[in-house]
């Protein structure tokens, strides 16, 4: 019976580009069932009974995806503008107004997408803000949405147009003792907002994607080793295939 005679380090170098690539594989797997699970927990938060806001902070990691209400008043001279949030294909702001309220406390609601002034590119179209007490009805999300961003020369504080928007930020520089996240309201309150808001983007096929490239490249790296064992295994059990053997140089008269 004839063995291959693997040669160590090349044989090494395979080996750990197969587990490499395979680790990474797996590794996308795991995203992708992690993504999987948050994406049930949205779908039961979606059917589960609103929970009201009141004053004592509530953890992101508790509230996040769940259905809220929040009873208070809009603080319009506090409003925020997230610049380059388009809706089919228009271009137009996210507008964030912080929430006081009734029972104490301030939370932050992303209110709706206003389309932008195409004739002035930092021009607000007029949009209503109901006055006095009103009840907001929506999600907890973690930040208002977030935009591609270089540095932070677009999400400078004081700015009433901006880029995106920390909420820990937001609270430092305003004063305000916010919740750790935002309303993403949903309830119409006549003021002229849209608020066909987009499904969370989780990307599970691009794990699995992923993964199955992660895998294939391991094992093409596998095929590759034993063809290139076996080539070298052939090689040095035939001498008359090695050119440079000299026991292989014979003249012929």
Known sequence: ???????????????????VTMKLGFWQRDRAHQKEALNARIVAFENAPARRIGVAPLPLKDIEFHRV????????E?????????YNDQPGFYVVMP????????????????????ADR???????????????????????SQAYELGSGGSAARQQIRQNLDVS????????????????QL????DKLVRDWPAPTLGVERNYGYMFQWWGMAAAALAFGLYAARRAA????????NPEDPDNRTSHV
């Open 99 to 118: 929430f006081k309220l009734v029972n104490g406390g301030y939370v932050l609601v992303n209110r709706g997408w206003l389309p932008r002034n195409l």
């Open 69 to 76: 209400l929040a009873r208070g008043e809009f603080l319009p």
């Open 122 to 144: 930092t021009g607000i179209e007029p949009y209503e803000t109901p006055k006095g007490e009103i009840e907001i009805e929506g999600v907890a999300r973690a930040n208002p």
């Open 187 to 190: 309830n119409d309150t006549g």
């Open 1 to 19: 019976m004839r063995f291959l005679k693997v040669r160590f380090w090349p044989a090494l170098l395979i080996l750990i580009v197969v587990a």
């Open 234 to 241: 052939k090689k040095d059990a035939d001498p008359d295939s």
């Open 169 to 184: 930020a937001y609270a430092a520089e305003t004063g305000l003792p916010l919740q750790p996240f935002v309303i993403q």
């Open 78 to 86: 506090r409003v925020v503008y997230l610049d380059n949030r388009p």
